[in-house]
């Protein structure tokens, strides 16, 4: 994923390489999280599912920065800093 290609929410600006693939891309009005399908087995199924229903059909590898990105967000540690944070935000998250 570069600047210029699409995503499921727009043409990438910006785009954050957390690394194994894993990237953080933003929008003129939104964005999310990328998971490359290799590594989607460390999320459990509800998460995954939950976050394709957001992904306007782009599949369970995109996760909407407003109510799914805190999946990978916790599982694979992208905000080091804010770990305790990160664990308060996930633990409210519903996933439905």
């Not at 939104?30 to 998460?47: D, K, M």
């Amino acid at each position: 994923m570069k600047k210029g290609q699409e995503s499921p929410w727009g043409q990438i600006q910006e785009v954050v390489d957390h690394g194994q693939g894993i990237l953080t891309v933003y929008t003129a009005s939104h964005g999310g999280v990328y998971v490359p399908p290799e590594l989607l087995q460390r999320i459990p199924t509800a998460e995954r599912n939950f976050a394709a229903r957001w992904s306007h059909g782009w599949g369970e590898c995109w996760f909407e920065e407003d109510c799914a990105a805190i999946s990978p967000t916790f599982h694979f540690n992208l905000m080091p800093d804010k770990t305790d944070k990160v664990k308060v935000w996930y633990e409210q998250q519903k996933w439905e």
